[in-house]
Nanobody, 124 residues
């Protein structure tokens, strides 16, 4: 059974940093792109960051550009989201997802596999 499991969420203060991890299991993820999304109650899930399998291409939402960094460790089937200078508006459940042959890395519905999320709460 393929699983993506997020970890590293928690309660932090504005300006703090957190590092989210996504551990994948159940298959090899060769040639899969990976992305992070987030969702707050009452709002649509939004794209945060994405990375190609090779790691040579990354893409960020404007709201996190310059503060968040996505990375990967292919040998470990793991991906990470380093979040710096956190703001209260970053509060959300963060999900990782993986897909192959994507039309766009920003497409949640196009992903082949999705995690269940980890909660990040940023207090002011």
């Amino acid at each position: 059974q393929v699983q993506l499991v997020e970890s590293g969420g928690g309660l932090v203060q504005a300006g703090d940093s957190l590092r989210l991890s996504c551990a994948a299991s159940g298959r090899t993820f060769s040639n899969y792109a990976m992305a992070w999304f987030r969702q707050t109650p009452g709002k649509e899930r939004e794209f945060v960051a994405g990375i190609s399998w090779s790691g040579t291409s990354t893409h960020y939402a404007d709201s996190v550009k310059g503060r968040f960094t996505i990375s990967q460790h292919n040998a470990k089937n793991a991906w990470y989201l380093q979040m710096n200078s956190l703001k209260p508006e970053d509060t959300a459940v963060y999900f990782c997802a993986a897909g192959r042959g994507l039309r766009t890395i920003e497409d949640w519905d196009g992903m082949d596999y999705r995690g269940k999320g980890t909660l990040v709460t940023v207090s002011s």
